[in-house]
Nanobody, 117 residues
């Protein structure tokens, strides 16, 4: 059974930083693209960053130069370092795993990030 568990969310002031973690189990982690998505109230879920199984990364324009995604295949964990946070970053952040072989998707339960002005 695949499980994705996010942690590290919380309340932070504008300009601050948070580091999210997503620990995965029940899958061959190195064969999955790992992504972070977010959903703000009243808005659609959007891609924030992705770390592919091949080692490349991609970011939404809104977070480039502020957020960094990284992964530790030995620990089956993906991270999202978020710097220079602003209130527009307030959302529930979800971890996503997509198989590089067959495209099957898994989602975590999400972690709340709230940035106060």
């Amino acid at each position: 059974q695949v499980q994705l568990g996010e942690s590290g969310g919380g309340l932070v002031q504008a300009g601050g930083s948070l580091r999210l973690s997503c620990a995965a189990s029940g899958l061959i982690f190195s064969m999955f693209h790992m992504g972070w998505y977010r959903q703000a109230p009243g808005k659609q879920r959007e891609l924030v960053a992705v770390s592919t199984s091949g080692g490349s990364t991609n970011y939404a324009d809104s977070v480039k130069a502020r957020f960094t995604i990284s992964r530790d295949n030995a620990k089956n964990t993906v991270y999202l370092q978020m710097n220079s946070l602003n209130p527009e970053d307030t959302a529930v952040y979800y971890c996503n795993a997509k198989s590089a072989l067959n495209g099957v998707l898994y989602w975590g339960q999400g972690t709340q990030v709230t940035v106060s002005s």
